[in-house]
């Protein structure tokens, strides 16, 4: 459908005034909104995610990418919640304690995002105390765990430690990512998983969610 | 100290390895160190009371530690941020700090002077000096970086779509006043080479594009480089984070004779010196990770093996991938310096 395509391309080049328009005309014309979430937006973000991952595009393109998917998102809301239409899963995302540093953090909320998936962000330099609180309240399906420096990442081993502890780790599934950590390191912690980049982190998070939904117990 | 009095500084050594000429003892290089390891280096002799004091230690902890160069940092050309001293912490986020956001607070931005720097701090310090070191003097923070520091960083990504002439107009302002400051410097013959010290890049890709970083930043550093290599002095750069889509602006555009900052996650220094070898000093490069978590006996092995590699073709100087921090443990950072101190194997 040409609208459809059009809006994803607005989208990818990150023309947010351009997708307003184009998913409002899509409205207008009585495109299916799942169809113009679906088959435009989230296709739209995955090839941003994909162009990025191979550094054909980098992190400015991305951000006015996941811009103009917010801006196409606020005119489609009200669509999708009047239609029923509920996001596929929810993730949660922050960077351990003692670590600040929130842009790798941003950029995987951004593609989980773009993935039709609710990301909570509970911010920086999170204590496993938080994130318990913050699992109790928001119910997440995958929890990601950010840490950039070598120092800090040993929280993220701290932190599953405590979510075993509190048997939270039962419907729970956590990625773990940032500069230091490597996959060997994710395993030894006992993290479900290990994303080196901000659109695998999402793809990730997008499988075990649909894995979580058909039941499967690994990812 | 570290170091034997016989093993005395020798900063044409370390020149000689940044023309990437093979050396007759091993180059150590490492761009900072933290404050407890700079007392375990010198004792009592350390003293941070004021900013010459510190400038004086470090002096001393380089010479003790076996360096034939110290850096110096000239207290001036600081960028002010809203975030004030919040962006010297180890850990912050890029998007803290965040000055001129739009036209507005840009016209509104008072940009530091060089002439706040009192540059003949160089010849005072070089007074507590070995007399064959010389001092490298680097920046507080690099033009990419400052830019990001004033601007915030996801702020900076929006501005190159939504105001490219603003972004361009910041770039202009920071990097006129750091060129000018290495230019400043460079008039010292107490200074023997410059640090460029401007990370460009996270582990997976560079923080702009490319084209960006050609078109903002690495004109100024071409400018950078030209100026000390005017002066017969080398330009050395730390710069954190992936590099091959810019390896060639570094070697090629920009000239720089060596680079610093390896990790293991981008570019393990054995492979960069595999692959840059001959085209530009590859300096240090044992990345902090593996300092911190491998034995001893592992960093001890990985020191000997680059020696072992670069001792016949040059280029190279024993050192860590970044810096020395105090959370290193003693024993393997001390042990890695030691093997360079020992010279080369025999074998």
């Given at each position: 459908m040409k609208i459809l395509e059009e809006i994803s391309n607005a989208l990818q080049k990150g023309n947010a005034k351009l997708v307003r328009e184009k998913v409002q005309e899509a409205i207008n014309s009585n495109v299916n909104p799942t169809e113009i979430l679906q088959d435009s937006m989230i296709v739209a973000m995955s090839i941003v995610g994909e162009k990025f991952k191979k550094n054909d595009i980098f992190v400015p393109e991305v951000l006015i990418a996941a811009r103009a998917m917010n801006e196409g998102v606020k005119v489609l809301r009200p669509v999708l919640i009047a239609s029923g239409v509920k996001p596929i899963g929810k993730?949660?995302?922050?960077?351990?304690?003692?670590?600040?540093?929130?842009?790798?953090?941003?950029?995987?909320?951004?593609?989980?995002?773009?993935?039709?998936?609710?990301?909570?962000?509970?911010?920086?330099?999170?204590?496993?105390?938080?994130?318990?609180?913050?699992?109790?309240?928001?119910?997440?399906?995958?929890?990601?765990?950010?840490?950039?420096?070598?120092?800090?990442?040993?929280?993220?081993?701290?932190?599953?430690?405590?979510?075993?502890?509190?048997k939270l780790l039962k419907d729970i599934k956590v990625i773990v990512g940032g500069a230091p950590v490597t996959e060997t390191f994710a395993s030894e912690i006992g993290a479900d998983g290990y994303a080196s980049d901000a659109a695998s982190a999402a793809i990730l998070t997008k499988n075990m969610i649909l894995q979580k939904a058909n039941g499967e117990s690994q990812c | 100290m570290l170091r034997n009095k016989d093993r005395e500084p020798n900063f044409d050594n370390f020149k000689r390895m940044l023309e990437k000429k093979p050396v007759d003892r091993p180059v150590l290089f490492d761009f900072i160190i933290g404050d407890e390891k700079m007392k375990t280096l010198i004792g009592d002799e350390f003293c941070d009371e004021t900013y010459f004091d510190r400038i004086v230690s470090i002096i001393k902890s380089f010479d003790a530690a076996g360096y034939d160069f110290s850096p110096i940092?000239?207290?001036?050309?600081?960028?002010?941020?809203?975030?004030?001293?919040?962006?010297?912490?180890?850990?912050?986020?890029?998007?803290?700090?965040?000055?001129?956001?739009?036209?507005?607070?840009?016209?509104?931005?008072?940009?530091?002077?060089?002439?706040?720097?009192?540059?003949?701090?160089?010849?005072?310090?070089?007074?507590?000096?070995?007399?064959?070191?010389?001092?490298?003097?680097?920046?507080?923070?690099?033009i990419l970086e400052n830019v990001v520091g004033i601007v915030g960083y996801e702020n900076l990504c929006y501005l190159q779509y939504d105001d490219p002439e603003l972004m361009a107009e910041i770039f202009k302002n920071v990097?006129?006043?750091?060129?000018?400051?290495?230019?400043?410097?460079?008039?010292?013959?107490?200074?023997?080479?410059?640090?460029?010290?401007?990370d460009w890049g996270f582990n997976t890709q560079t923080m702009l594009s490319p084209e960006m970083l050609r078109k903002h930043v690495f004109p100024w550093y071409k400018k950078i480089v030209k100026a000390a290599h005017d002066k017969n002095k080398p330009a050395i750069l730390h710069s954190c984070g992936y590099f091959e889509d810019i390896i060639e602006d570094i070697i090629?555009?920009?000239?720089?004779?060596?680079r610093h900052s390896y990790e293991d996650k981008i570019m393990p220094v054995e492979k960069a010196f595999e692959k840059y070898k001959g085209r530009i000093a590859i300096l240090g490069g044992i990345d902090i990770d593996f300092i911190m978590r491998e034995s001893k006996e592992a960093v001890i092995k990985r020191a000997k093996n680059l020696l072992s590699l670069s001792k016949e073709i040059g280029g190279y100087a024993l050192g860590t991938g970044n810096s020395i921090p105090d959370y290193l443990p003693d024993e393997n950072i001390f042990a890695l310096l030691k093997v360079g101190l020992d010279g080369f194997s025999k074998e």
């Open positions: 993730a949660m995302i922050c960077t351990v304690m003692g670590d600040l540093h929130d842009i790798g953090k941003n950029l995987v909320k951004m593609m989980i995002e773009g993935q039709g998936i609710e990301c909570i962000d509970i911010g920086v330099d999170c204590s496993p105390e938080t994130i318990i609180d913050a699992i109790n309240t928001h119910q997440p399906d995958v929890l990601c765990l950010s840490a950039l420096l070598s120092t800090t990442m040993m929280n993220q081993k701290v932190i599953i430690s405590r979510l075993k502890e509190e | 940092l000239l207290n001036g050309l600081i960028f002010p941020r809203n975030d004030g001293e919040e962006f010297l912490k180890q850990t912050r986020s890029l998007n803290s700090g965040a000055t001129i956001v739009d036209r507005e607070s840009f016209n509104k931005y008072v940009w530091p002077e060089n002439n706040a720097n009192d540059f003949s701090v160089i010849q005072k310090a070089a007074e507590f000096m070995h007399s064959n070191a010389k001092l490298v003097p680097f920046a507080y923070d690099g990097g006129s006043r750091i060129y000018e400051y290495y230019q400043r410097v460079l008039e010292y013959d107490e200074v023997g080479a410059i640090i460029c010290n401007d090629e555009d920009m000239k720089f004779d060596g």
